[in-house]
C-alpha cells in the first residue's frame, strides 16, 4: 500500500459525460500528479500541482482539468467524454514535486465511456 | 526533451532463471532513472531509483539495475526468477530538462515478464 488513495475504483460512464476523479496523497506529501494509461498511448503524464498550484502541464486534453485543494487532494474532471477517453488514470505523490523526488502511486481509476 | 525505450514487450524465462530487462534512455541533462513494477489491476510500485549516487542499484524483490552512460541505457535484472515476479515492468525517466525542475516522469512503454514453472 503507497499510502495514495483514489477513488471511485471503476467508473462507468456514457460518450458526452463529465466524471470527476479523486486522489488523496501520501500523508505530508505536497505534490499530486496526475497520468493515464491506455493500450494505445502507454503511461501519460497529464498535469502536476504542487501545494495547490498548478506546476507543469503533459499531454492533457483541454475537456480535462484538475486542480489541488487546501487540503492537498486532488480531483480530476473529465468532461465531453468521448470512447478514446477509456483508460486507467493514475495519481501519484511526491514530498517536493521536482524531478528528483520518487513519486507514489495510487491503485488508480478505471474508466470506461460507452 | 527526454524518452525511453524498453526493448521487447515481452519477456518469458522459466523459474530460477536470470531476468534481463532492457531501458535505454535519452535525456540532454543528468536523469533521474526508475523502475517500476504493475501487478494486475494495482497501481505501480516503485522498485529501484538510480540518483547518480552510485551506477550500480539494488532495489527491492532481489532486483538491481546498473546506470551506464555510455550506453545510455539502466537494464533491470534478477538473478533468479520467481513465479511472483510476473507482472508489467515499466522504466521511466526525469530530469532537469529545459531548465525546469518540475517531477514529470517520462515512461517506457513497458515489458511484460512471464515465468514459467
Given at each position: 500500500d503507497s499510502g495514495v488513495t483514489q477513488t471511485p475504483k471503476h467508473l462507468i460512464t456514457a460518450t458526452g459525460q463529465r466524471v470527476t476523479l479523486r486522489c488523496s496523497p501520501r500523508s505530508g506529501d505536497l505534490s499530486v500528479y496526475w497520468y493515464q494509461q491506455s493500450l494505445d498511448q502507454g503511461l501519460q503524464f497529464l498535469i502536476q500541482y504542487y501545494n495547490g498550484e498548478e506546476r507543469a502541464k503533459g499531454n492533457i486534453l483541454e475537456r480535462f482539468s484538475a486542480q489541488q485543494f487546501p487540503d492537498?487532494?486532488?480531483e480530476l474532471n473529465l468532461s465531453s467524454l468521448e470512447l478514446g477517453d477509456s483508460?486507467?488514470?493514475?495519481?501519484?505523490s511526491s514530498y517536493g514535486g521536482t524531478y528528483s523526488d520518487t513519486q507514489y502511486f495510487g491503485p488508480g481509476t478505471r474508466l470506461t465511456v460507452l | 526533451a527526454q524518452s525511453v525505450t524498453q526493448l521487447g514487450s515481452h519477456v518469458s524465462v522459466s523459474e530460477g532463471a536470470l531476468v534481463l530487462l532492457r531501458c535505454n534512455y535519452s535525456s540532454?541533462?543528468?536523469p533521474y532513472l526508475f523502475w517500476y513494477v504493475q501487478y494486475p489491476n494495482q497501481g505501480l510500485q516503485l522498485l529501484l531509483k538510480y540518483t547518480s549516487a552510485a551506477t550500480l542499484v539494488k532495489g527491492i524483490n532481489g532486483f538491481e539495475a546498473e546506470f551506464k552512460k555510455s550506453e545510455t541505457s539502466f537494464h533491470l535484472t534478477k538473478p533468479s526468477a520467481h513465479m511472483s515476479d510476473a507482472a508489467e515492468y515499466f522504466c521511466a525517466v526525469s530530469s532537469r530538462a529545459g531548465g525546469t525542475s518540475y517531477g514529470k516522469l517520462t515512461f517506457?512503454?513497458?515489458t511484460i515478464l512471464t515465468v514459467h514453472p
Open positions: 492537498l487532494h486532488s483508460a486507467l488514470y493514475f495519481c501519484a | 540532454s541533462v543528468p517506457g512503454q513497458g
